[in-house]
């Protein structure tokens, strides 16, 4: 290939990565931990004593829930397996008219179960959104909110991405098979930094790419369906996603004379047998288009959805309305449509799976961290033998301080704000807003102190800061477990002591980067924005 | 069905091992291993790690599972590489 | 377009009429290619039909926007671009049932 068009796609590279870089460390921290909303959401879910109501019982609860609170109709959940976070087996939410789909926070939670005489007994609670906030800044790049313009601003964030992608792997195509596996240590920083960067970009390409193109799918799905609705599909597409309408509008059924969930499941199950079911989705009882979703998982197939995958059947007659979700049984085409949301989610290969995505996806904010170390190492001006030590350029330091203030700020500022579930719990009035005021307080404040203190003398603080609030996370929930008096608790469950575990080595990596660092910033050369040091007459001559 | 998939995963290590090793970029070991046998070596144990992961996945299930740890494992060696050839090199 | 010379001649940057080219004529012609797809894949029921032709947007305008600093300059970017564009739309139309 001419040189010409590696030395034009380096600009591509350079000038996309610099404007992204730092937006999509944030949306890949972020969304490491999203792989593990569930287990993040019971960690921090405050123990509630919820009564519970066998399965055999549930028509009885779904009944008398319905006839004492009828906006339930809409829309109920009905849990099979009770968790920290989802402790009641029946629960809705209610949102107001015209809302945003998206916007997942808004709405009035509540819950339903039986008492000893058989009455209804329904309560609203604040439950925790903390993980849907850590969600929240995966979807939309770090913004605290999910709206449609954060989300377009995402995918020209994800667009440039894939562009970065492309073009990094022209730039290294020359050089890719000599050089496959390569991570040189050494005196050549920049080829270090090169290396670890390349090896992470190279081998972890297919992930990345599918990233790229479905956060793009994401952000922009809306627009294109309209688009082609009115261009391609002449308006007919709304028919052509709700085939089962129904000729007549059906007289109200009673939802007393729904089949009772135990049967629902049966007819699930008999559809798939390793299909796993985790909760049942009542919705619209009340309107034409009455159904229930069974949802759930097949360990052994591939899952369309976050939440895994469904059955759409009748809540009256167990007529199957729907199976084109339905995990393990799907068509070649919708196996193929799941297997985009599968691959970005995933939802397949169980945990296993989970824990290689989190770890692919922290190697992913690595890969954008080096990528800007590798541009600031690349522009460094060094010293010469016998000069005085020149200044380095005032867009090197620049980037150097946003750099380490937006990923470290970032990384503290997630594991405070977890830690603030706990601590804060019962001591603030709306403590899902105080999950923003403690991650955007922590996250400005680290930028702040990097660019007041230069990002060499700024950097090992941050560590450390990031290091001890990770660590803070485990000792919180130590704590809790150690001194009931605090009011705090202790979920043992197996996913939220992984939460803990999980930061407890988090805590520790970053404790281990902040004295490699520390050293660097101390030993390391001086000409160089990573260079703690004053500038001492007496020093010069030591590296 | 965690037989079946641990087995699968654990040959797919070995084979990213074996590949991993006759690099000569590779710092596990103060040789390379001669690049043909290990090469090929590697590339047997990745399909019978399919095989295996094909038990108890879907097909098209066992084919992402296989790619996402080949992607992590062979991510993760020369990072672990370097830490180890640094440590004696001291 | 005729051969002009044989030797290669030096690549234009033209950032912006390439970036253009490439976002602009890129989506375009993907949403052009995804209405190919429609009438190429008449067994599928509607909605797969809808879900595999909304994918395809994406990944094809992402590859011409990556493609496009390979024209050697804006003027070529948009005027095989737009080519392009002209022959698949017109494709869609002549195929298109009335």
Redesign the interface.
């Known amino acids: 290939m001419r040189s010409d068009y590696i030395r034009i796609y380096k600009t591509v590279h350079t000038w996309t990565g610099i404007l992204t870089g730092m937006a999509l460390f944030i949306a890949f921290y972020a969304g490491a931990l999203t792989v593990f909303k569930e287990p993040l959401a019971r960690w921090a879910a405050a123990p509630v004593a919820a009564l519970e109501v066998p399965l055999a019982e549930t028509p009885a609860l779904i009944a008398k829930t319905l006839a004492a609170h009828p906006g339930a109709a809409k829309g109920f959940q009905l849990n099979l397996k009770p968790t920290e976070d989802e402790p009641a087996r029946l629960s809705w939410v209610e949102r107001e008219e015209g809302q945003d789909d998206h916007d997942t926070l808004s709405g009035h939670h509540y819950s339903a179960t039986l008492d000893a005489e058989g009455n209804a007994l329904v309560s609203e609670s604040q439950p925790s959104q903390l993980a849907e906030f850590i969600d929240i800044l995966h979807r939309v790049v770090g913004l605290p909110f999910d709206t449609d313009p954060n989300r377009w601003l995402m995918g020209v964030v994800a667009a440039l991405y894939a562009l970065a992608l492309v073009s990094g792997v022209i730039v290294l195509l020359p050089t890719l098979v000599k050089d496959f596996f390569a991570l040189r240590l050494g005196k050549n920083l920049k080829r270090m930094w090169l290396d670890a960067h390349n090896v992470v970009g190279i081998i972890s390409l297919p992930f990345h790419i599918v990233m790229a193109i479905t956060a793009v799918v994401f952000a922009y799905h809306d627009g294109l369906y309209a688009l082609q609705d009115k261009f391609l599909h002449n308006g007919r597409l709304a028919n052509a996603f709700n085939q089962q309408r129904p000729a007549a509008k059906p007289a109200p059924r009673d939802p007393a004379d729904m089949l009772p969930p135990v049967t629902l499941l049966e007819r699930a199950q008999a559809l798939s047998p390793g299909f796993e079911p985790s909760s049942l989705q009542y919705v619209n009882l009340a309107g034409p288009r009455a159904m229930v979703r069974v949802w759930g998982t097949d360990p052994a197939a591939l899952a369309p959805r976050a939440m895994g995958g469904f059955v759409a059947l009748d809540p009256w007659s167990g007529k199957v309305l729907s199976r084109d979700f339905l995990p393990g049984t799907q068509d070649a085409a919708n196996t193929t449509l799941s297997s985009f949301f599968a691959l970005h989610f995933a939802t397949f290969g169980g945990t296993p799976v989970r824990w290689m995505y989190f770890l692919l996806a922290l190697a992913g904010a690595w890969l954008f961290y080096s990528g800007n170390l590798l541009w600031i190492e690349s522009r460094r001006k060094k010293q010469r033998q016998g000069e005085a030590l020149p200044g380095q350029r005032l867009d090197t330091r620049l980037l150097a301080s946003a750099t380490v203030g937006v990923c470290i700020g970032c990384i503290a500022g997630i594991s405070l704000t977890i830690a603030a579930a706990k601590w804060l719990h019962g001591h603030v009035a709306d403590l899902n807003a105080w999950h923003w005021y403690v991650y955007y307080g922590v996250f400005f404040a680290s930028l702040a102190w990097a660019f007041w203190r230069g990002a060499g003398r700024a950097v090992v603080p941050l560590l450390w800061l990031a290091a001890l609030s990770t660590c803070s996370i485990p000792l919180t929930t130590l704590l809790a477990w150690a001194v009931p008096g605090l009011g705090m608790w202790a979920n043992t469950s197996l996913a939220a002591l992984g939460v803990d575990a999980t930061a407890l080595a988090g805590g520790f990596a970053l404790m281990w980067a902040a004295r490699a660092t520390a050293r660097r910033v101390r030993l390391g050369a001086e000409d160089s924005v990573w260079s703690a040091r004053k500038i001492l007459p007496s020093c010069q001559g030591l590296s | 069905m965690p037989g079946w998939l641990l087995s699968g995963l654990l040959l797919a290590l070995a084979g990213s091992l074996a590949i991993h090793f006759a690099s000569p970029h590779q710092r596990w070991r103060p040789r390379a291993l001669a690049a043909h046998p290990a090469r090929l070596a590697g590339a047997a144990l990745l399909v019978a790690a399919l095989i295996a992961l094909g038990q108890v996945l879907h097909s098209v299930v066992a084919v992402f599972v296989l790619l996402t740890w080949l992607m992590l494992v062979f991510v993760l060696l020369p990072y672990l590489g370097a830490l180890i050839g640094r440590k004696e090199s001291r | 377009m005729t051969k002009t010379s044989t030797k290669?001649a030096?690549?234009r940057?033209d950032w912006i009429a390439k970036s253009l080219a490439g976002t602009l004529l890129g989506f375009t012609l993907a949403?052009g290619c995804?209405?190919l797809l429609?009438l190429a894949t008449a067994g599928?029921?509607?909605?797969?039909?809808?879900?595999?032709?909304?994918?395809l947007?994406?990944?094809i305008w992402?590859?011409v926007?990556?493609?496009c600093?390979?024209f050697s300059s804006g003027l070529r970017a948009w005027l095989w671009l737009g080519g392009a564009n002209l022959l698949v739309f017109a494709t869609l139309l002549l195929a298109r049932p009335a």
Do not use: D, H, Y
């Not at chain 3, 599928?44 to 909304?54: E, I, K, V, W, Y």
């Open positions: 290669p030096p690549i940057r949403m995804s209405g429609i599928l029921s509607p909605g797969t039909r809808a879900q595999f032709a909304m994918w947007v994406t990944p992402l590859g926007l990556s493609g600093f390979f």
